[in-house]
């Protein structure tokens, strides 16, 4: 069956090509709720709590963490793209279910199915990304996933900031959910493959050694792996605090919608473009550089944030942000990949997912109790220091070389 199976990204442009399409559809579910979702919580439920605000990002954290670890555990199971058929039925009532929440319940339990469905459908297009392309152009494919994820994260964003500010904060700006949900299950329905071949011929002639327990080696044993997964949620857990204390810092500079949705969408469609390049500078430099000034750019933009008023300078802010970003997130994972055997990736690329999604719920809960508790700009402080802390141990833990013959440490 493997035996017209070619790897590489030009013998499968055609299918990554889709799959790229459909994680823009993807990412832009959650550009849903980028701009507008401090606001929606305050105006339609009286919310003003930061750390009760922030209990949607926890919600969707958690459940999405735990949605890509059983994607990576089910992949090989019952296939890729069942797994990701399954994510878009799930994303289906998100949006009406926002629109017509007569409580902030309601709100945290869309949230939930929304990380159930990122984790699925997310995990299940990098997985197949990764397949289809084999190892030369493993960083240039999670660059494209990436991009077209977050490009589509910064976009809708903006998009729903304009519409709230136009029509109002409900319904309009969750019907771009209604559409977005729909075309995606119909296209993955209709044109996408499962990959699972593609990893049995990979399988033939790839030798890395076998890990002895995947999650544990991921999380904590194996030197590489490790200090990316620890990466990997540090990075979360500084988007879960911008994605939920953004929006409330520039309200408090009394920016209106359309300049809030300006800036918070900078962020990430810096961070989606930017994984054209750092995609493919991945593929050809060091990677521990890499993802050590990535997280050390993070950190020092963040602890700028609260000494800025300025529409420009935060503007400016969001863009290195948003380029820290971009130079360590198809970085992550395009190490794992080269890290681990081709019948354990997926389950490694799960464990790591678990753990970085997971700090969208860290970063919520720490943020918001320190902005209750201090104020916004300590809350600040503290993540901007632990983002830096985190560039430290990649610089001091993580070998230079990963050796693909033998990963343990």
């Known amino acids: 069956m493997t035996k017209n199976i070619k790897l590489g990204l030009r013998e499968n442009w055609k299918q990554f090509t889709l799959l790229v399409i459909v994680n823009a559809f993807v990412g832009g579910m959650i550009g849903m709720e980028r701009s507008i979702f401090p606001q929606f919580a305050e105006l339609e439920f009286g919310v003003a709590s930061k750390t009760a605000m922030l209990t949607f990002i926890t919600a969707f954290g958690i459940t999405k963490a735990i949605a890509n670890y059983f994607t990576g555990k089910l992949a090989n199971k019952f296939g890729r793209k069942n797994l990701l058929l399954f994510g878009w039925f799930i994303a289906i009532p998100i949006p009406f279910i926002l629109i017509y929440a007569p409580n902030w319940g309601y709100v945290i339990f869309a949230n939930m199915l929304l990380g159930i469905s990122q984790g699925l459908t997310w ?19 999670m660059g494209l996933n990436e991009f077209a994820g977050y490009f589509a994260v910064g976009i809708v ?10 029509y109002g904060i409900t319904p309009y700006p969750f019907y771009i959910g209604i559409f977005i949900s729909f075309i995606g299950l119909i296209l993955t329905t209709f044109w996408i493959k499962d990959t699972r071949v593609f990893v049995n011929q990979e399988s033939v002639t790839n030798n890395t050694v076998q890990l002895d327990n995947v999650f544990l080696e991921t999380t904590f044993r194996n030197k590489t792996l490790s200090s990316v997964t620890q990466a990997g ?21 009394n920016y209106n919608n359309e300049n809030i949705g300006i800036i918070t969408a900078i962020y990430p469609t810096v961070w989606g473009i930017g994984q054209l390049f750092t995609g493919k500078m991945s593929d050809h430099y060091s990677k521990k550089s890499m993802l050590f000034w990535g997280m050390l750019l993070q950190g020092l933009s963040i602890l700028l944030i609260p000494f800025s008023s300025d529409f420009y300078v935060l503007a400016s802010i969001a863009a290195i942000l948003g380029l820290g970003t971009a130079l ?82």
């Open 157 to 166: 964003a903006f998009l729903t900031g304009y519409l709230a500010n136009t």
């Open 328 to 409: 360590v997130y198809p970085t992550f994972l395009s190490t794992i990949a080269q890290a681990t055997s081709p019948r354990q990736r997926a389950e490694s690329i799960g464990s790591f997912r678990l753990w970085r999604d997971l700090g969208y719920a860290f970063g919520a809960i720490l943020s918001g109790i320190t902005a209750d508790l201090f104020g916004v700009s300590y809350a600040i402080f503290l993540i901007g220091g632990l983002t830096i802390m985190s560039s430290l141990i990649i610089k001091f833990r993580m070998p230079e070389q990963i050796n693909e013959k033998n990963t343990n440490p």
């Open 123 to 141: 995990s299940s297009t990098v997985v197949m990304k990764i397949d289809l392309v084999g190892e030369k152009d493993r960083g240039f494919a």
């Open 233 to 253: 949620l540090v990075n979360n857990l500084n988007d879960g605090m911008i994605w939920g204390l953004l929006p409330v810092v520039l309200l408090s500079l």
